[in-house]
């Protein structure tokens, strides 16, 4: 995590080179030239099925891309290419030895050894993941991501000299025109950059060496940690008032680090043009294709009906789902590998693909040291992936998977080499989440009796991302146009906040103040990405909706997204797939009347609804950890008249359930993102 951490800061000024791999119609052709010519990734490969097994850690070899590219000047200052036939023939005749002086030829082993310098990354995170307390597995990764980092900055100004020789002409008609402007537009970072970078990442492992760390408070001269208020069994109203000076410490030792990484941040933002760092963020490191002023506009929308959808979900279900599902990992392989083979034949393929190569790995949380969350890692040189799924519950075992395959299926079907890869977070989680929500279809078979409640879970946490995501967006939007802000001002504006989402997710102190928002990883680590999971989260919705009455029309829809890989922008993505945007008009209460209809909710929310005529129990005696178990650090929420109570509890948890898997698939995600997008910011500012 800590090699990824230090690339995502510097991605965006890695490479000039593009959003327009995913919007360009001449990086469309020239994937599609690839493919003709026959060497998309796998076929490239020395063997298109290998087992993971058999995929060793070779580490990278920098002197053998620096001898790649010193023959490619050669070749540029010598000659030009060679013509199609003459190229196949030397191809015949190298049989994957040198390039016989072409540049075009060596152009594309250059290429490929980047390919492999990112699969052995992969590798080494893979190895790395399973053993965290490994201190040479940490060092081994750690390299590999450094020299992956500079084996694409070593190959951007080696294409840049290549492109300015005689022979380069042929290299910028291999390219594309917009391609090779983009390389020939490259600027390295600067000093100052490279040094604020430096300052970001000593902050982020700072945040997570802190955040791992015990800590205690003193209250009525005892000392108090979350373990054991959760184990001294008091009463609600002790419990709540030393649960709050626990949050408030926490606050405090992990507060102090968010305001200097704002600090750092805003300096990184202005240091590369950019007035704030949403700005910035937005175009710069995710390549979105919208900006901050147009997610602020959905802001009250979510507030009024998607957040009284979410309440209706919650309060609609009678059975706990989390056991509906074995969680015996083969049992849980077979259930949906069958659901995804009636599906699609060519995603069922996929799957049986995955399982017999053995990419993948399903384990409880921590065994054996390993990385907690479920991720998605790319191999680019074998045309796949490696997916991680931490166990849970046996219902958020199966949904995981599914969500985990959505990326890996994307993986397979991207064929754009991986210095070029744009890896657009906002459609690789319409992949995830769509597949998640289409699995509903097989909501009898798998759930049985609790099938209902099952669809009711999932389509609400479809929904929970929507309003999470704007709710945390609208908090660091706010937070990094602030200059100056204080810890107390932070704390009184995310609470003033999360009362207009009814306190949902966390809990206010009685002066309106909350201290909880410090445990959300991607706010440290991976600033203004949580609107990625709301604007994901419609056209995923939508794909539902469209699943209960064309069934086939949803999955052919379903399987054209996934068919687009990881290059192309959100709007481009939903246009060509037909689905909807989160940003048409009226789009999010369209939708949740949808959505309601078709779930049979009365859309009464919760402070209308069916009033409780029983017996209220006294307050030691509400069933906190028998109706829902807390993690330490997630303690019961006060009953506010909202929507808090114990829906607090599951929520947090999601949220930071959320986050550790998330980080791990954003951070890689983002490695690729910075390398693919400033080209088109630099032709929009041109």
Request: negative net charge.
């Given at each position: 995590?800590?090699?990824?951490?230090?690339?995502?800061?510097?991605?965006?000024?890695?490479?000039?080179?593009?959003a327009?791999?995913?919007?360009?119609?001449?990086?469309?052709?020239?994937?599609?030239?690839?493919?003709?010519?026959?060497?998309?990734?796998?076929?490239?490969?020395?063997?298109?099925?290998?087992?993971?097994?058999?995929?060793?850690?070779e580490?990278?070899?920098?002197?053998?891309?620096?001898?790649?590219?010193g023959?490619?000047?050669?070749?540029?200052?010598?000659?030009?290419?060679?013509?199609?036939a003459?190229?196949?023939?030397?191809?015949?005749?190298a049989?994957?030895?040198?390039?016989?002086?072409?540049?075009?030829?060596?152009?594309?082993?250059?290429?490929?050894?980047v390919?492999?310098?990112?699969?052995?990354m992969?590798?080494?995170?893979?190895?790395?993941?399973?053993?965290?307390?490994?201190?040479?597995?940490?060092?081994?990764?750690?390299?590999?991501?450094?020299?992956?980092?500079?084996?694409?900055?070593?190959?951007?100004?080696?294409f840049?000299?290549a492109?300015?020789?005689?022979?380069?002409?042929?290299?910028?008609?291999?390219?594309?025109?917009e391609?090779?402007?983009?390389?020939?537009?490259?600027?390295?970072?600067s000093?100052?950059?490279?040094?604020?970078?430096?300052?970001?990442?000593?902050?982020?492992?700072?945040?997570?060496?802190?955040?791992s760390?015990?800590?205690?408070?003193?209250?009525?001269?005892?000392?108090?940690?979350?373990a054991?208020?959760d184990?001294?069994g008091?009463?609600?109203?002790?419990y709540?008032?030393?649960?709050?000076?626990?949050?408030?410490?926490?606050?405090?030792?992990?507060?102090?680090?968010?305001?200097?990484?704002?600090?750092?941040?805003?300096?990184?933002?202005v240091?590369?043009?950019?007035?704030?760092?949403?700005?910035?963020?937005?175009e710069?490191?995710?390549?979105?294709?919208?900006?901050p002023?147009d997610?602020?506009?959905?802001?009250?929308?979510?507030?009024?009906?998607?957040?009284?959808?979410?309440?209706?979900?919650?309060?609609?279900?009678y059975e706990?789902?989390?056991?509906a599902?074995?969680q015996?990992?083969?049992?849980?392989?077979?259930?949906?590998?069958?659901?995804?083979?009636?599906?699609?034949?060519?995603?069922?393929?996929?799957f049986?693909y995955?399982?017999?190569?053995?990419?993948?790995?399903?384990?409880?949380?921590?065994?054996?040291?390993?990385?907690?969350g479920?991720f998605?890692?790319?191999?680019?040189?074998?045309?796949?992936?490696?997916?991680?799924?931490?166990?849970?519950?046996?219902?958020?075992?199966?949904?995981?998977?599914?969500h985990?395959?959505?990326?890996?299926?994307?993986s397979?079907?991207?064929?754009m080499?991986?210095?070029?890869?744009?890896?657009?977070?906002d459609?690789?989680?319409?992949?995830?989440q769509?597949?998640?929500?289409?699995?509903?279809?097989?909501k009898?078979?798998?759930?049985?009796?609790?099938?209902?409640?099952?669809?009711?879970?999932n389509?609400?946490?479809?929904?929970?991302s929507?309003?999470?995501?704007?709710m945390l967006?609208?908090?660091?939007?706010?937070?990094?146009?602030?200059?100056g802000?204080?810890?107390?001002?932070?704390?009184?504006?995310f609470?003033?906040?999360?009362?207009?989402?009814?306190?949902?997710?966390?809990?206010?102190?009685?002066?309106?103040?909350?201290y909880?928002?410090?445990?959300v990883?991607?706010?440290?680590?991976?600033?203004?990405?949580?609107?990625?999971?709301?604007?994901?989260?419609?056209?995923?919705?939508?794909?539902?909706?469209?699943?209960?009455?064309?069934?086939?029309?949803?999955?052919?829809?379903y399987?054209?997204?996934?068919?687009?890989?990881?290059?192309?922008p959100?709007?481009?993505?939903?246009?060509?797939?037909g689905?909807?945007?989160?940003f048409q008009?009226?789009?999010i209460?369209?939708?949740?009347?949808q959505?309601?209809?078709?779930?049979?909710?009365?859309?009464s929310?919760?402070?209308?609804?069916?009033?409780?005529?029983?017996?209220?129990?006294?307050?030691?005696?509400?069933?906190?950890?028998?109706?829902?178990?807390?993690?330490?650090?997630?303690?019961?929420?006060?009953?506010?008249?909202?929507?808090?109570?114990?829906?607090?509890?599951?929520?947090?948890?999601?949220?930071?359930?959320?986050?550790?898997?998330?980080?791990?698939?954003?951070?890689?995600?983002?490695?690729?993102?910075?390398?693919?997008?400033?080209?088109?910011?630099?032709?929009?500012k041109?």
């Amino acid at each position: 995590m800590m090699g990824y951490g230090k690339i995502i800061g510097r991605a965006a000024a890695l490479l000039s080179v593009a959003a327009l791999i995913g919007a360009s119609p001449e990086v469309m052709v020239f994937a599609g030239q690839r493919r003709a010519a026959g060497e998309s990734r796998q076929e490239a490969g020395e063997n298109l099925e290998v087992p993971y097994g058999e995929r060793s850690y070779e580490g990278i070899d920098l002197a053998r891309l620096e001898q790649l590219l010193g023959q490619l000047e050669r070749a540029c200052q010598g000659q030009g290419a060679m013509d199609a036939a003459q190229r196949q023939e030397a191809m015949e005749m190298a049989q994957g030895q040198e390039s016989l002086g072409d540049p075009v030829l060596i152009y594309r082993q250059v290429l490929r050894e980047v390919d492999w310098a990112a699969t052995q990354m992969a590798l080494a995170d893979i190895l790395y993941s399973r053993n965290m307390e490994d201190e040479a597995l940490a060092s081994q990764y750690e390299e590999a991501s450094g020299k992956t980092q500079e084996a694409m900055e070593m190959v951007l100004v080696g294409f840049q000299r290549a492109l300015q020789m005689p022979g380069g002409a042929a290299l910028e008609t291999e390219m594309g025109p917009e391609l090779a402007g983009a390389v020939k537009d490259y600027k390295p970072a600067s000093e100052r950059l490279t040094q604020l970078w430096d300052q970001e990442l000593e902050l982020m492992l700072r945040y997570n060496q802190v955040y791992s760390e015990g800590f205690t408070v003193d209250v009525d001269g005892r000392e108090w940690n979350y373990a054991s208020l959760d184990e001294a069994g008091l009463g609600y109203e002790d419990y709540y008032r030393i649960y709050m000076e626990l949050e408030k410490e926490n606050n405090r030792r992990l507060g102090e680090i968010y305001l200097d990484l704002v600090q750092v941040r805003n300096q990184i933002a202005v240091e590369n043009g950019y007035d704030t760092y949403s700005a910035y963020a937005y175009e710069a490191v995710y390549g979105r294709d919208f900006t901050p002023q147009d997610t602020e506009k959905l802001y009250g929308p979510i507030k009024d009906s998607a957040l009284l959808l979410l309440e209706d979900c919650w309060y609609a279900q009678y059975e706990d789902v989390s056991e509906a599902v074995s969680q015996d990992t083969e049992e849980l392989l077979d259930q949906v590998q069958n659901c995804v083979e009636d599906m699609d034949r060519e995603l069922g393929e996929t799957f049986s693909y995955m399982r017999r190569m053995g990419l993948y790995d399903v384990d409880w949380s921590g065994e054996n040291g390993s990385r907690s969350g479920s991720f998605t890692i790319d191999m680019p040189y074998y045309g796949d992936a490696f997916l991680f799924v931490t166990k849970d519950s046996g219902f958020q075992d199966f949904f995981s998977l599914t969500h985990e395959f959505g990326h890996f299926a994307a993986s397979c079907k991207e064929d754009m080499p991986w210095l070029y890869q744009a890896a657009y977070t906002d459609v690789c989680e319409i992949q995830s989440q769509g597949l998640e929500l289409l699995m509903l279809h097989y909501k009898d078979s798998l759930f049985g009796e609790l099938a209902a409640d099952a669809q009711l879970q999932n389509v609400g946490n479809a929904m929970d991302s929507i309003v999470v995501g704007a709710m945390l967006d609208e908090f660091e939007t706010w937070v990094y146009e602030q200059p100056g802000l204080s810890l107390e001002e932070l704390n009184r504006r995310f609470g003033q906040m999360n009362g207009e989402y009814d306190q949902w997710y966390f809990t206010n102190d009685q002066d309106g103040l909350c201290y909880s928002w410090v445990n959300v990883g991607h706010l440290f680590q991976n600033p203004l990405y949580y609107i990625s999971y709301a604007t994901s989260a419609y056209p995923a919705l939508e794909l539902w909706l469209e699943s209960q009455t064309d069934w086939q029309g949803a999955v052919d829809r379903y399987m054209e997204l996934s068919a687009l890989g990881v290059s192309q922008p959100y709007q481009m993505a939903v246009d060509t797939c037909g689905l909807g945007s989160i940003f048409q008009e009226n789009a999010i209460g369209q939708l949740t009347e949808q959505i309601g209809e078709a779930l049979d909710l009365d859309g009464s929310g919760w402070e209308e609804g069916i009033p409780w005529d029983g017996e209220t129990p006294p307050e030691e005696e509400i069933p906190w950890e028998e109706e829902i178990p807390w993690e330490e650090g997630l303690p019961p929420q006060e009953e506010t008249g909202g929507a808090a109570g114990n829906q607090g509890i599951r929520s947090l948890a999601h949220i930071v359930i959320m986050g550790a898997a998330a980080v791990m698939e954003l951070q890689l995600a983002c490695f690729a993102v910075g390398a693919v997008i400033l080209w088109e910011i630099c032709k929009r500012k041109k």
